[in-house]
């Protein structure tokens, strides 16, 4: 019975983590993290913007002395971008460039890990430190997640001096995938959690040194 629930765990924690990761790389990978509102839209100015990428319109830097005008949408790296790069990428939005980065990489290892779980390449009944260090991955995946949403969530509002009329801009639904990703990875690890306390129980319980008799054995608590 115990090891049937272990089982449900870990399949609803790889449900819950592989969602995540499915939308934290379509969100991660779509440039529309902020986008200009169609009612307030001129001839020429932003556009949209990604993690990655940032579209323009007609728009013209106003430190930029040669009067460049940008069109289109290019990496934000990009050779296009090199005369605003410093602009249009400040050292907030950078930080969270490398996060996400690398919560990807702790999202992608925990599923990984999860599926090696579940079809038992790896003995979940018998490994509960393994469970607990992919929770812990899959809550830090989760929890930085929601840090790096709350910064930009809130840089794109009260940041005047980056993109141009924030308050005619608004936070698009790759943003809105990041955020669902995060609640979902962070169930994900809730589940882990639990299957590795779960887990620990039976281990501890199963270690108790025998004794011969009739002895009263308390039944295993249930979480």
């Known amino acids: 019975m115990a090891t049937e629930r272990v089982n449900c765990l870990l399949i609803g924690a790889l449900v819950f983590c592989a969602a995540g990761l499915l939308f934290f790389i379509i969100g991660f990978s779509t440039p529309h993290w902020l986008e200009a509102d169609e009612r307030y839209q001129i001839q020429s100015g932003f556009k949209k913007l990604g993690l990655w990428e940032a579209c323009f319109k007609d728009w013209t830097y106003f430190k930029d002395y040669n009067g460049k005008q940008y069109n289109g949408c290019w990496w934000i790296f990009s050779y296009e971008y090199r005369p605003i790069w410093q602009w249009l990428n400040p050292p907030w939005f950078l930080a969270i460039q490398v996060l996400m980065t690398l919560t990807l990489l702790l999202e992608l290892v925990t599923v990984v890990l999860l599926i090696l779980y579940v ?12 469970l607990f260090a992919t ?21 794109s509002v009260v ?23 995060g609640f979902l990875i962070l169930f994900g690890g809730m589940c ?4 590795g306390m779960q887990v620990r129980l039976i281990t501890n319980y199963e270690k108790r040194p025998r004794q011969y008799g009739y002895e009263a054995r308390p039944a295993l608590p249930a979480y």
């Open 119 to 130: 079809i038992r390449v790896f003995p979940a009944s018998s490994n509960y430190v393994g």
């Open 192 to 195: 882990l959690f639990v299957a």
């Open 135 to 155: 929770a812990i991955m899959a809550l830090l995946s989760g929890i930085v997640t929601a840090i790096c949403m709350v910064i930009f969530g809130t840089k």
């Open 159 to 181: 940041d005047r001096q980056w993109i141009e009329n924030p308050d005619k801009n608004y936070l698009s639904w790759s943003f809105g995938l990041i955020v669902l990703s």
